[in-house]
């Protein structure tokens, strides 16, 4: 099982630096003003959102088979922590489609957002890598 947890953990590192990285290619975009850098930022944020893609579905399928193999059983039954836990990754989850729907509009230039919401949607990972590790770390309940 620790091998399982290893690549878990490898895994969730990809997942994270595209989930870190992405959105600051988001805000440099928004702050292009030439067709050409735009361009050169369309592929950078195609690029690293295949890369994000790869990380999040080994982080989910290692996860997965951590939670099926013994995680539920040992922890599912009035312990919290886990349920907490689950619900932080839903969220990521959530900001990773969400991450796919920007490079969307980035891609066909159908909505333009501030930097300001790129600098502020960056923000979020961070929080949920804090949560999602004192969770599984401290267990706090």
């Known amino acids: 099982m620790l091998w399982v947890k290893a690549w878990h953990v490898i ?6 630096a595209g989930l870190f990285y992405l959105p600051r290619l988001f805000v440099y975009h928004a702050l292009t003003q030439d067709a050409v850098g735009r361009e050169r930022f369309k592929v950078m944020e ?3 959102l295949v890369m994000t893609h790869i990380g999040g579905t080994g982080t989910a ?5 951590l939670l099926f193999a013994y995680a ?3 922890y599912g039954h009035g312990s919290y922590w886990l349920h907490a836990k689950l619900a932080v990754v839903l969220g990521l989850v959530l900001y990773h489609y969400f991450c796919i729907r920007l490079v969307a509009e980035l891609r066909t ?3 333009q957002r501030t930097d300001k919401f790129y600098r502020l949607f960056n ?3 961070a929080l949920g890598l804090i949560a999602a590790v004192v ?3 401290v ?3």
């Open 109 to 111: 230039e159908t909505r």
């Open 61 to 65: 399928v290692f996860g997965l088979w």
């Open 135 to 137: 969770l599984v770390i």
């Open 72 to 74: 539920w059983e040992a």
């Open 46 to 48: 195609r690029k690293l």
């Open 139 to 141: 267990r706090p309940f």
């Open 123 to 125: 923000e979020i990972p």
């Open 11 to 16: 895994f969730m590192v990809t997942w994270f």
